[in-house]
């Protein structure tokens, strides 16, 4: 294998999801079905692997809470029972095939007590091991503008830096306060980012004062998009964090330990040329629904 090459991407799906309640106390918010471009109806969680598959990973571990990991498996690791698969139409008849061929990609970890999504990332360490990792969050979907994916983009982003890189949005203010934001030095303008800072949630008045980048809008700010590539040295930060018990309200947070990991190592910031989804809330939900159907 070569030194930076990519193959393991990790997604944490262990979160209670309650901004969804009361839905998620019955479907976990990553199994909610979303449409694609295609016309299927299909839990999110397919489609954040997909995403993963099409930059060329091959290795996926899913974190899940013990008593979902029943329901994850019986979607991607069991075919469809005979009397349903025969009922199927030819095209998702073969959807299925295809579906057990994901399957075969992916492996279970677990988060035994839901301590947040820094914690749930700890919980790859061991299946991880020494090695660069894709991140994806388990609630947003990504659609490109060109014709490689978004989670391609990024790994052609690390081979050229070879350094972490975080997946780079604009937001205006009014929703900061929803966002983990970064600020840096731009190395090719809108496009890389030496990051400087990163942030979660930050106030307005935080971010004019610490959070600015030159050339942008008053009003527009860089925001995580929701795929990361991380150096496996992240690990180490957040077990500083646990060890120590480090919270941010009431929970283990990625966003700190990044920060220590760009004071460290270095984090690029890559401004993706296309678009995120995020299911997470009801009305981005929705809209969601409607606009991944048509982008
Ligand atoms: P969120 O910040 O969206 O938290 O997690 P959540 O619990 O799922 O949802 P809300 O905020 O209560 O509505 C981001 C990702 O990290 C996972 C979630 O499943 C989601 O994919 N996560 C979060 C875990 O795996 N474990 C946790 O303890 C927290």
């Known amino acids: 294998m070569q030194k930076n090459q990519v193959r393991k991407a990790v997604i944490p799906v262990a979160g209670f999801g309650t901004r969804l309640f009361p839905a998620t106390k019955v479907v976990k918010k990553e199994l909610f079905p979303i449409i694609d471009r295609d016309g299927r109806a299909k839990p999110v969680i397919i489609a954040i692997i997909e995403e993963a598959i099409s930059a060329g990973i091959t290795e996926v571990g899913i974190v899940v809470q013990p008593h979902d990991r029943e329901i994850f498996e019986d979607l991607l690791k069991k075919p469809p029972k ?10 998702n008849q073969e959807y299925s095939r295809y579906l057990e061929d994901l399957g ?20 790859a360490k061991d299946w991880v091991q020494d090695e660069p990792f894709l991140l994806m969050l388990g609630d947003h979907v990504y ?7 978004c989670a391609s983009q990024l790994l052609d982003v ?24 970064v600020t840096g030095v731009w190395q090719k303008l809108n496009s890389i980012l030496e990051v400087t800072q ?53 929970e283990f947070q990625l966003t700190s330990s990044l920060d220590r990991l760009c004071q460290e190592e270095g984090i690029t910031g890559y401004v993706v040329k296309g678009k995120c989804f995020d299911t997470g809330l009801p009305d981005t939900y929705r809209q969601t629904m409607i606009d991944f159907r048509n982008f």
């Open 104 to 123: 075969s990609k992916i492996t279970f970890l677990l988060q035994e007590e839901q301590l947040g999504y820094g914690h749930a990332v700890f919980c």
């Open 198 to 250: 990163l942030y979660e949630k930050p106030t307005i008045e935080y971010a004019q004062q610490h959070l600015r980048v030159e050339g942008m809008a008053d009003n527009d700010f860089l925001c995580i998009f929701g795929l990361y590539l991380l150096s496996p040295k992240i690990f180490d930060f957040l077990a500083e964090h646990i060890n120590q018990n480090l919270r941010e309200r009431g």
């Open 82 to 91: 005979k009397e349903l698969l025969k009922k199927l139409s030819p095209q």
């Open 158 to 181: 690390y081979e050229q830096v070879n350094q972490s890189v975080v997946s780079l949005t604009t937001k205006p203010a009014e929703i900061l306060h929803t966002a983990g934001c």
């Open 143 to 149: 659609a490109s503008d060109i014709q490689k994916s």
